[in-house]
């Protein structure tokens, strides 16, 4: 998820885990373990390349083996720095609570994270909740920021420490209710309209969890549509675009580059090639960033382009433009789809 959500999650567990002892301290430090394992960002700034950052983010820096052991070396630095004033043990279960709990955190959203290296590369997305969700972190913010105003003993504050985390957990455990009765409506709709599909993927669209992109896959064809819990009226069926995957467009770009792609989109990409050295790989497992267009150049604002050069595969991601107007658009596109059909 965000950043700022894996620091309110990391001071949580400093809290609860050390705030008695170490005050305003303990938040400071579980924040720190919250954003450790995203540093893995600042590889991709040594690499320089968008197939490194692909390939390299939410790896073994997200990995829970290596979260048990990294939280060895730093809880024995901050034991001797604070000159074993507070034990061992609560240094190491501040540190490995913080940095394992920012990877379970991520493994709900749909980027995928690979949890289980290195004896699985597999990234686990289990698609329940979008990577910036204000309703789960808002209320989780408002409780931490009131706690850093009590005193380290008032019994209150370990009390609303535990609060913010419950009242974040139920959240959590809510979005799962809602993805199983999307999913249903999704799957229902497919089935109502004869779609042929081997496998349906369903996620929340960003900054909510109330309109959700659902997709019907085969071999040939992605089926999209996107269904808000809170439109009115609600509708029978969902409306969906087809999309030709074009898996045949694959033959002369094959290689690291494209398979890791593929590998990355848990099998929802499709292709598109607007000229002999060119191919538009769309990794669609998001849904759409545009609710208007059929046309997937236009409904992907994101995309990854593979250009042959030479006997070189080269792979380049193509992000818009985001000006103050382009955002003011999307928003208010996402805000009337969420209400209206």
Request: glycine letters at 6%; proline letters at 4%.
């Amino acid at each position: 998820m965000d950043s700022l959500t894996q620091i309110v999650l990391g001071a949580a567990v400093g809290e609860v885990v050390l705030g008695k002892k170490a005050g305003n301290k303990a938040m400071l430090f579980g924040a720190i373990a919250g954003t450790v394992p995203d540093l893995d960002v600042l590889l991709s700034l040594w690499y320089k390349d968008d197939l490194s950052e692909i390939a390299l983010h939410r790896g073994y820096s997200h990995a829970l083996f290596v979260h048990v052991l990294l939280a060895i070396p730093l809880a024995w630095l901050c034991f001797k720095a604070y000159k074993q004033k507070y034990t061992f043990k609560d240094w190491y279960l501040l540190w490995s609570l913080g940095l394992t709990t920012h990877a379970i955190l991520d493994a709900f959203t749909t980027y995928g994270t690979r949890l289980f290296l290195p004896f699985s590369s597999t990234p686990v997305g289990l698609n329940n909740i979008s990577v910036i969700d204000p309703a789960y972190t808002l209320p989780f913010m408002g409780i931490l920021i009131y706690c850093l105003f009590l005193k380290r003993d008032n019994p209150n504050r370990l009390k609303w420490a535990w609060r913010s985390i419950y009242i974040s957990s139920a959240y959590m455990l809510a979005t799962f209710g809602v993805k199983g009765y999307v999913h249903h409506k999704f799957s229902s709709s497919l089935q109502a309209q004869n779609l042929p599909y081997s496998f349906i993927s369903t996620s929340p669209t960003f900054f909510n969890n109330a309109l959700w992109a659902g997709m019907g896959i085969s071999d040939s064809s992605i089926y999209m549509g996107e269904y808000s819990v809170l439109e009115s009226p609600q509708p029978d069926t969902i409306r969906f675009v087809k999309y030709a995957r074009n898996l045949q467009l694959e033959k002369g770009f094959e290689g690291e580059a494209l398979n890791t792609l593929k590998w990355f989109s848990q099998g929802a990409y499709l292709l598109e090639k607007p000229n002999d050295s060119t191919l538009n790989v769309y990794i669609v497992k998001w849904g759409r960033t545009n609710y208007q267009e059929t046309e997937p150049i236009k409904s992907f604002v994101f995309y990854q382009q593979l250009q042959k050069k030479g006997n070189e595969v080269v792979l380049h991601t193509v992000r818009p433009k985001m000006d103050k107007q382009v955002f003011k658009m999307a928003f208010a596109q996402l805000w009337n789809r969420i209400w209206v059909r």
